[in-house]
């Protein structure tokens, strides 16, 4: 697959609450051929990535929408900005670091204000890279090995399903044959089957006096 090829299939969702900088990461992710869907808050991003944002029992585990339908794409990499009301972009990234389904999905963070405490913060939390705005289209070539990761892992994904669908098909068959089996080898048991008693009966009609008493009416004749 060539890079153009790549990229064109590469879907990044962008979070920014403002709403200048969201339409300028757009134009730029666009102008770079990627897929882009933009979100302007947290919430409203883990909304589309389907973790409901209110679940508080269990971090480590956020619950799944069982009706993923806002999600029409796979997402392949999340760009962020770091400040934003309610939800900050380091609260997303951990929230989506924390979820075993979306943990692989690579996650760069954006901001205005260069702060080394919280740039190193959040590459130790798990972010790929921190974009100081204004986002250039030079940084976006730092995406690339990202979404080439991206992608191989979703070859590989789809491979493992493809194997796992196989291993699937054989056992349902393997099953399949074995009720047979058991289905005849049941037959068979309900067959009827000659009784000890049938088979006296039939070797008395053997043993009848009809067929041993000597056919005198022949021998006469003869004599």
Do not use: W
Request: charged content about 30%; overall charge negative; hydrophobic content about 30%.
């Amino acid at each position: 697959m060539g890079m153009a090829a790549a990229e064109s299939r590469f879907h990044v969702l962008a979070v920014d609450d403002n709403i200048i900088d969201r339409k300028l990461i757009e134009r730029l992710l666009k102008t770079s051929s990627y897929q882009v869907t933009t979100v302007d808050s947290g919430s409203k991003a883990l909304e589309f990535l389907g973790l409901h944002e209110d679940d508080r029992s269990n971090s480590g585990s956020p619950s799944i929408l069982t009706n993923n339908h806002h999600q029409e794409l796979e997402v392949n990499l999340i760009i962020t900005d770091y400040c934003m009301p309610g939800m900050t972009g380091y609260d997303l990234l951990k929230k989506i670091k924390e979820s075993s389904s979306l943990r692989d999905i690579p996650v760069v963070i954006m901001s205005s204000e260069n702060v080394p405490a919280r740039i190193s913060r959040c590459l130790e939390e798990g972010a790929e890279e921190f974009f100081l705005k204004p986002v250039r289209k030079s940084d976006l070539n730092r995406l690339r090995p990202h979404m080439m990761k991206a992608v191989s892992k979703d070859q590989k994904q789809e491979k493992h399903e493809e194997e796992e669908e196989e291993e699937r098909e054989e056992k349902e068959i393997k099953s399949q044959k074995h009720q047979e089996q058991q289905q005849q080898q049941h037959q068979q048991q309900l067959s009827p089957r000659p009784s000890g008693n049938s088979k006296r009966k039939a070797m008395e009609e053997n043993l009848s006096p009809d067929r041993t008493r000597p056919r005198y009416s022949d021998i006469a004749a003869v004599v």
